[in-house]
């Protein structure tokens, strides 16, 4: 009796063991398996850890119906996808699938989808126009109203212009004071000259 008191105490206590122990198995093996990835409007990361390369992984991404990832993979698998430039949205959708986890009750496998946005252009930025800097404008000099000349008061002779000194001399006409002394002068040589002439002739007929 004493025996199988024994057995059935040995029993009971490894059941319990054994119970106690599951759970903190499939804890500890579920915490491990870290399945994660996030989109932008230009790329879609995806980083998964702590798989058991024990099994067959594989990862698949497809970006607007077409598989642009598609391999297998051990413990961890990280990659950033790009995006092609797009103007509305874009379906992204990941797949990864582990035999050890095959219905995906453990959240290990995974089939999720989201949206990838279009980016948002920032608008130009416009740079403030210099500010046009001030003409200046000649200032007229002389007014273009032109000055009155002051009336004459009556009863007032205005003086007639006095000739200029400076203006050009009077040709001279012989009528000075030496005019007559030389005209004097000329006449007594004529008559000189012609006595002579006289003279000469009339001795020239006597011969």
């Not at 990835?37 to 990361?45: A, G, K």
């Not at 000194?165 to 012609?194: D, F, K, Q, R």
């Amino acid at each position: 009796m004493a025996g199988q008191r024994r057995i059935r105490n040995g029993a009971l206590v490894a059941a319990v063991a054994l119970g106690t122990a599951a759970p903190l198995a499939v804890a500890g093996s579920a915490s491990a398996h870290v399945p994660h990835w996030s989109v932008t409007c230009d790329r879609v990361s995806i980083q998964l850890t702590d798989y058991n390369a024990k099994f067959k992984n594989t990862v698949t991404l497809v970006l607007d119906g077409q598989k642009v990832v598609d391999q297998s993979f051990g413990e961890t698998f990280g990659k950033d996808v790009p995006v092609k430039a797009h103007s509305k949205d874009v379906k992204a959708e990941l797949i990864v699938l582990t035999d050890e986890d095959p219905k995906g009750q453990n959240g290990w496998s995974i089939d999720q989808t989201r949206t990838v946005v279009p980016c948002q252009t920032p608008p130009p930025s416009h740079s403030p126009s210099p500010s046009p800097s001030p003409s200046h404008s000649p200032s007229p000099s002389h007014s273009a109203t032109p000055s009155k000349s002051p009336t004459p008061t009556p009863g007032t002779r205005k003086p007639s212009p006095s000739p200029s000194p400076s203006g050009p001399e009077l040709a001279s006409t012989g009528g000075g004071g030496n005019a007559p002394v030389i005209a004097a002068g000329g006449a007594a040589v004529i008559v000189v000259g012609g006595g002579l002439l006289f003279a000469t002739r009339r001795r020239s007929r006597r011969h």
